[in-house]
């Protein structure tokens, strides 16, 4: 099994960027699809992007498609995603997933791990 511990959050401001980091812990890291969904208070997690095993395919959500780079290091069992012109409608707290089948990677239920979370907030 994965343990995921996500990193890289914090106060920027708008069309400002930040890169978070999932680090997951374990050997069967690479055997997984990985995706970030994020939450902002008040609403429900929403999905932002994810990444298939090999990092050969990546998918997003609309929302975030030409700002957000997805990508992963099976080497180094990390995931990435790169935040680029950024928005205040973009602060929320991100959580990385693991995805065990690989599929339906936009529907949270298909994500059986977690991580705690990390805090983006983006100033106007």
């Known amino acids: 099994q994965v343990q995921l511990v996500e990193s890289g959050g914090g106060l920027v401001q708008a069309g400002g960027s930040l890169r978070l980091s999932c680090a997951a812990s374990?050997?069967?890291?690479?055997?997984?699809?990985m995706g970030w969904f994020r939450q902002a208070p008040g609403k429900e997690r929403q999905f932002v992007a994810a990444?298939?095993?090999?990092?050969?395919?990546?998918y997003y959500a609309d929302s975030v498609k030409g700002r957000f780079t997805i990508s992963r290091d099976n080497a180094k069992n990390t995931m990435y995603l790169q935040m680029d012109s950024l928005k205040p409608e973009d602060t929320a707290v991100y959580y990385c997933a693991a995805n065990p089948l690989g599929s339906d990677y936009d529907v949270r239920s298909a994500y059986n791990r977690w991580g705690q979370g990390t805090q983006v907030t983006v100033s106007s």
């Open positions: 374990g050997r069967t890291f690479s055997r997984y699809g």
């Open positions: 990444v298939t095993w090999s990092g050969g395919r990546t």
